[in-house]
Each structure stands twice: as structure tokens, then as C-alpha cells.
DNA sequence: CTGTTAGCGCTTTCAC
DNA sequence: GTGAAAGCGCTAACAG
């Protein structure tokens, strides 16, 4: 048997009961109320405490302090206070201050969610990557909330684990949060975009960045990949090589054809033939890239060089190559792409294109804050080109 | 002058205005409605899109399908859709068929905001870590958001990027969000918990993980630290070395203490003598490390082996060492914590202790949730250990 | 099984 | 400058 005290709504009621345990009952099981109160929801969730003395101790509750509270306490009407915390300038001053004071006291926290249901605006924008096992992504959030921080929104990130039905669960999440702007690099496998469309047709920007749709009519941010691949490529042509070996990405991602580009524009500056069987179609699974390797010295004619999709895959290829006896860059030089933070650790030390990482994040955001702002046109599909950098390191140059 | 149509509540107006730009317009703007419409708060947002015919064009319109909306149209009360959708089996199959096909149909979406309002659910737990540049966390992340959607939550995750001050304001953004439950690793600055004993007081749900907070009594995931760092050392040591030294995390993270104690019991039981001049204290900035690691080998008998607090920790090392021309494992074995992607990479590739870190998100979104769900007190201090495995690499055997 | 009703905490007219 | 009142979209108690 448990003696306790209860406060409903304005005044404290006495209650005597026999609850088995000590814990949070709901209003369900505590049946007396049925038969005391006439509001059975009571706006406060309660504890049953034990006490010695029936009148001895007040109750734990939690209760967030209201606008409603603050009002009441000041003799004055909810308006004001959300007049004051809002911001709204017809106020008298001593009214702000003594509601700014009390809110303070009280500790007085906004509910966004009934803020959020009024005014429609959520201050939320999205961000939805598909890994962040490398530190490109990673990177790239660091940026998005640099930016959006400082406009005073939150960031919410998911992360689709390069798969495309999580992407699609991640997209409703972002909507059913109403984020007010959507930033998004796809998984490998996303070649239907109707989860982000929707935004389109909701009219909640979008921005894509790094795996883009290029279908979609909106703004995107890219490093200017044909430029990065067609330095790698010519690089390893000015020191000597005449073979060059590309392991390119799957066809749906533009960045993979934009690096095949830039790779066939290199070999065509310089007057070297195409040579179809070392061009290697990969699907960026890692695994897959033994294989393929040892595939391109199998052929009667091996490659001299290797310009490799991504860090990820130069680095797992130059541990096939060297676990075969092969010597880089001798034998064969090797070029990556991103400047993964691994490729200058590795032994070669990877050759690789640096893209300014970051700074692809806060222009994102940039971008998106001008879409919310309908600063831009929405469906105008600026493409932001930033630009990257060439890192030779020892795995093409002794 | 512009021509427009436009929709309010539920019939098609007509209007004509002067609108000097093509944008969307606030409905204070739009003087005209304070003539024509009761309600000037229209439920819609709109566009103003110009066109030759009067009649020709139909405006793009955002509203969300609501249960009244669904409830009108099938001439059934608010409640009963509201049932439906929330699984109460009180329904008339019938309708309960008629409600999804038109929710289906209408591409109806609950609006969340409205309902946690109401219920106070969120069906959302938070995670705060410190950094995800390093593939530690991201990897919890996983595990915690594996756990969650299983439990049909939503995960909001926030980097503190080792700061303090934004731990501060992300813990108030969990706050403002209502999360149900918090996984917490505080960055290495953070010695107030102000912040977090919040959340203990509101009663939510608090778990920490790596970095935990000794003093707060809640659930903690962690590895066998102590375990680990003695098995490492042990390692060194029955690899014959004698003279071991060790960069020591920071004093105020428990896990430093855990390792150093390892480290130190390793030593005690082979009887290898304690020498403070090389348990160096640092404070995990990387730059820091060239200096100490000079400073070790300046001592008059310089150490034949290193225990770094962490990979990156013994990465760099790794670098330094290298460069000075020093041999790796001959005059120094070296062994990290934590196998780190890069470990296995670099040259020599790093022994370290690994750890089963999508597991720990596990395991941490397991105890918010057997909490959340009082099923555990939740000032239980329960403290999982997960167990590590020592991976042994060319950094301490040739 | 269903409709009526109240209300979550807040913003925003409108009238004074 | 301020208060009253309506309503955002939803859930839940209650009465049939």
C-alpha cells in the first residue's frame, strides 16, 4: 500500500493505493481516477513515490513549462508570451523582459512540434548519404551543417548503406519530418528517383551533390571530374606510360562517365590508341577488384599504369598488385581519385585527384538556403563545378 | 497584371492582380484577400502563375492529405480514420479497407508534428558522438540505427566535432526533439554534464558508450579497455621487448585510465619495472605526436616498444618513426588500439586490439530501449563489456 | 463499431 | 500594446 499526492491540474489531491511496483503506472492502470477525477488525461505524467508521512513529500513531475504557465504566472494572455518569444516588436518592454525573466526561471523550452504544426516551417533540412564509411561523406555533413547551423536550422542525416530501399525509407523519413530542403548523393544502386521527386513536386528544394541525377532538373554540386580524370590520366602519361588501365564505375552514375571521359580525352590529346579490353567495367564492390586485376595481367598485352575509379579501389588494387610481386610504379603506376584520407599512409603512397571536400558540403547548403529563400530558381539546374587538384605521391613517380 | 486562379478550402477563385515579381507571396502580401476571403489564413501556399487565358491554367498547389480530408470524402467521422491508421481494431473492416485504399490513394502522410503533440511519442532517439572522420563511429551508428528501425524508431544523429560547446547545443536540439531515449560519447573536452544530466531529469533515457561519464549513474557500453591494453602489451613483451612506452589519453576520459591500467598491469606481472619518464600524457591532437615521439627517442635509454592510445595515435607514429629512419618492429614495436580501416594498410600494417564496434551500437540501442520500455531501472548503472581481440601485424613481428 | 468532444502547445488574426 | 478566439492535424475518452 502506497500513500501519494497527485497534482491535477491546479491543486494537489491526495490518493491512497495499493500498486504493486515502483515504477510509472499509466492512467489505465491506475483505476481510481475513473471514479475521482473528471478528466481522466491529467496533463501531467506522475510518479507514485512512497512516503512515511501521507502529507510528507511533493511528487516528481515533469511538466515542460508552457507558454500557457508563463502567462498565467504573469496575469497576462498566452499572445503576449508568444508575442515576446517570437520576437514580435509590439510589446511593451516591461512585459519582454519580465517573460524573457520567467521563461529563464522556468526553463522554458519551445515544443517545436506544436510550433512546427502552426507556422509549417520546421527549420529542418535533410541530408541523405550513401555511406559515411570513408571520410568523404562524413566531410561533406561537416560542411552542410557549418552552414546551416549558422542560418539557424537543424541538419537531420541518414545514411542509405548503399542501398536503394533505404534511400527510399530515408526520403519518406525527410518528408514525413517536413524538412524544408533536401541535399542528397544517391546509393550506386538508385536508378529510380520517384522518392525524390516527390520533393520536386512538394516544391522542397533539393540539391544533389557528388552521385547526381542528372535528370532531374535541379541544382547540383560535382568536383569537375573530367578535369581531375583527364590530369590523373595525363599525368601518368607524361611520365612515360603508353598503356593506361581505367577500372571505371557503373554507367547510372554520371561521376563514373564523366571520369571515362576525361580518361579518353587524355589518351586522345596525346595520340594514344583506345583500348576497349582494358577498360574495365566495375560495379565499385570491392572485392570484385582482385579479380579484375589479376583479369588485366592475364591479357597478352598487361597495362602499364591503372587509373582507378576511387581511392578505395586504387588501394585495394595496389594490395593485389604488390601481393603478386608486381613493383609500383615501375611495373605498373597507379593512380586513385578523392585523396581518401588512407592514400597517403599506404606503402606506395597513392597518386590521386583531391577534391575540396567540404566546401562541396557548405555550397550545398548554400545552394539550398537560396532555393528555400527563393533566391534561385527552383528548377533552374545550376551545376556548381568546383575544382580539384592533382597529389602526386609514390605510387606513380619514385 | 496577372491572372490567376486560385484554390481556397475547396472551389476554384478567381483573381486578378498587380503582382510586380514572379515569386511566391506571403498571404500578407495579398491585400486583396482581406476583401474576398472569410478566411484569410488559407490552408493553402500558392503560386501565382501567369497566363493568357483567364481560365487556362490551374495553379500548382501543395496540401497535404489529412484524416479530414479522407474522413469527408468517405463521409465517416475524423476518429474512425484515426483509428484505422493507428491500428485500433475497433473498425468496421469495410471501412477500415475503404480508409487505406483512399489514404493510399490520396498519398496520404500522418503528419507527425500533430501527433506527437498529442501523444507525446516521438518514436525518436538520439545519438551524439564526437567526430566521424575516423570509421569508429559511423560503425555505431549502424549497429544503433539497425536496433532502432527494428524498433520502428528514428535515429537523429549529431557530431559534436570534439567541441563542447556544440555537444551543449546538440544535446538541446535532442531536447527540443523529445528523443525517448540518448546514446551519448562526449568529446575529450567535455568535463560538465550539465547538459546530459538534463535529460536524467526529465527522466530520458541516457546511454553512454566509449567515452562515458563515471560519475552518471546509467547504462554504459564499453570494451575491456584494461583487457585489451594488458594483452597488447603482454604482447610486446613476450615478443621480447623490455623497455615499453606508452601515449596516455587524456586523465579525464575514463577509457585513457582503463588502458593505461592494462598497460600498467601487463608490466606488474612480468615484472618490468614502471618508468614514468615513458608514460607520456597527451591529449589526442595528432600534431602533437611528432614532438613526443622525438622526445622519446632523445631519452638517454629510449624505448624498445610503443603502446599508443589509439590507431591513429600509433598511425602517426607509424610516420614519424619512419621518417626518422628508425626500424619498425626491430628498434621499435609499435601497437595501436582500436584496427582502424587504415591499419591493415599502411607499412608496416599496425597490431592493434580490435573492437566490435557495430556491436557496441547495438548493444547501446538495446539498453535505451529495454529502458525506454522500463524493463531495466534506469538508475541501474549497468555497465556491457564487450570483449576485444588482439590483431597481430608486422608492426610488432617481422 | 462509431461520432462527438476536448485538447496537445503554439501562432495569428481580429477587435479593442 | 493586448486579449479572445480560432485552428494547425491528430489522438483518445466517453457515450451511445
Redesign the pocket.
Known sequence: MIFFQLKLRKTWERFQLHLPQFKTYS??ELSIF?NTVK???V?LAFFAVPTDNFYSKKLTMRH?T???DIAKEL??????V??V??GN????E??RKAVLALAQKLD?Q??IF??N???HKTNTIGIIVPEFMSSYFPKVIIGVQNIASKAGYNTIIAQSNENYETEVANAKVMMANQVEGLIVSVTKETNNFDHLIAFQRKEIPIVFFNRICEDMHVPKVVVDDYDGAFRAVEHLIVTGKKRIAHLAGPDNLSISRRRLNGYLAALRKYKIPVDEEIIIPYDLKIDKVKTLIQQLFNLKCPPDALFAINDPTAIEAIQVIKSMGIKIPEDIAIVGFSNDEVSGLIEPSLTTISQPVQKIGETAADLIFKLINKEINPNSAIIKTLTTELIIRHSTVR
Do not use: G, M
Open positions: 492512467i489505465k475513473k478528466f481522466a488525461k496533463e515542460q508552457t507558454i500557457k496575469h497576462i494572455s498566452k499572445s503576449t508568444s508575442r518569444l517570437t516588436p509590439n510589446v511593451n516591461e512585459t522554458y519551445k515544443n506544436a510550433r504544426l502552426v507556422t
